[in-house]
């Protein structure tokens, strides 16, 4: 891949993140790469490619570090319902 494909696709990452308020697994699966490749764009990569884009990124990858807990116990319970 290209360094300019790279870097549209980070960018582009970045941009639907911010806008859709969606985690690193949804936006993985919205723009077609995996959710590895979507944490090192947003986390390493755009830091370089765009720093002010980085700085709106940052608190929401935080944001969603912090609630994917309560997600996934969530997420648990309502598994456990449905097998009842």
Do not use: W
């Amino acid at each position: 891949m290209k360094k300019d494909e790279i870097r549209k696709r980070v960018i582009d990452i970045a941009r639907y993140y911010i806008n859709n308020e969606t985690t690193v697994r949804a936006t993985a699966k919205k723009i077609g790469v995996s959710k590895t490749t979507v944490h090192n764009d947003l986390r390493k990569r755009l830091r370089e490619i765009s720093p002010n884009l980085f700085s709106l990124v940052c608190p929401k990858l935080e944001k969603n570090a912090l609630e994917a807990p309560r997600r996934g116990g969530l997420a648990l319970q309502k598994k456990k319902k449905g097998k009842k």
